[in-house]
């Protein structure tokens, strides 16, 4: 037997807990002030940090269209979350999510605002746990478009009609910048407008900076911006005949009978490409696999003094940036970008980035040991999607929330976690 007797339930109630810690570290409230409001009129108007903050959480929950404000906006849990009239009334309807989205953020001092937000709310994070050395990598991806985007192009080695963003992470899985591209574009175009603002935020504060990329970085001006500031970096090279010559002694096979296990021999030298204005140091690898024929060869331009082994460890772990990326397209739907406008679309993809950059300092700051492997998406399934009944009193609301995947004592470690990130009080003399 199946009623319906009335009562006010979220299926979101988890989402409290980074409304939480959103408060805690003063994320969209001071994105308020940040950014430009041109509207006009003061008639059922939501303020546009509400607006900002029911995009964001939406996309959290796991909500990458403004057609779901039609349910959003009803629901409770959303109501408390986005503040102001909605507690009392309701939330934006997907109509004034739109305009918010596809109009009033798309404007270009707006946009360059969304862009930097990342890092100002990297910034906050930062004053709540210890900023020494500095890991950053850069990587593109494919976000495959289904419709006439604008500067939605075919791309030869994605097989497929799409955008090329280009992303900038740290080593806490923090996004630290993200930008828009054509489909159409090389995977490290632009780079410099992505890298260059990371690293100035970073020059007077971290202890020394360190820069991972593929391939695609390999570039002599890339190189030289690194050195000319001061940055350690590994960035793969790609092979060529000359750098091949090199290790030719490493690519006999082993005498003796194949082992079972990977052999790995490395080698470093000094290498000068004939673009390059001074030679410099390059770590190459050779890996024997059992059964296969050839060897797997790598190789690694760098400015590190550590050992040959040591390089390649430091490089390989730039693989979790790619996880990242994925964690940021499956769990936040980031690849959902189906405005007609290029703007638009860049809008979305600060959106999307900003919601991942909340979920994960969520994982990082205040997530306890027993879930602390947990993916965002794991967090979104069991963490965000907690049932609750609600209770309204007349100075407080009460969620009723249920215990399944997360406890009550596991959720109430959260909340603790995430008081203790709070400012302390400052001190008056009376």
Known sequence: MVQFRGSVVTSDAGLLAYRELDDALGLTTSTGDLLADSRTGKNGRHALVGLFRQSLFG??????DVNDALRLRYDPAMRWIIGGKATKRLGASPSQMGRFETKWL????????????????????????????????????????????????????????????????????????CALRRGNVHSADGWEAVLKPVIARYQSTATSIAFRGDAAFAQPGMYEFLESEGIEYAIRLPANQILQAEIAHMLKRPVGRPAHYVQRLY???????????????????????HGELFP?????????????????????????????IKEWKGALKGTRLSRHSFNANAVRLQLHALAYNLGNFLRTLAIPEAIAEWSLTSLREKLIKIGAKVV????????????????????????????ALRSPPIATVT
């Open 106 to 177: 798309a404007r270009p001092e707006n946009l360059a605002t969304l862009a930097d937000l990342s890092g100002y709310w990297i910034d906050q994070v930062a004053k709540r746990r210890p900023l020494g050395r500095v890991v950053l990598d850069m990587d593109s991806s494919v976000s495959p478009t289904h419709g006439d985007q604008e500067g939605s192009v075919w791309n030869g080695h994605f097989v497929t009609t799409c955008y090329h963003p280009i992303f900038v992470f740290n080593q806490y899985g923090d996004l630290e910048r």
């Open 267 to 289: 080698k470093s030298f000094r290498y000068q490409a004939a673009s390059w204005s001074r030679s410099r140091r390059v770590v190459a690898k050779v890996e024997w696999h």
């Open 59 to 64: 996309r959290l929950a796991g909500y990458e």
């Open 296 to 324: 797997r060869v790598g190789f690694i331009v760098t400015n590190l003094r550590d050992s040959s082994k040591t390089v390649v460890d430091f490089y390989n772990k730039r693989g979790t940036c790619e996880q990242w």
């Open 392 to 419: 309204s009193h007349d100075r407080y609301v009460t969620f009723q929330m249920a215990e399944v995947a997360i406890p009550r004592k596991l959720f109430a470690a959260i909340m603790q976690r995430i008081a």
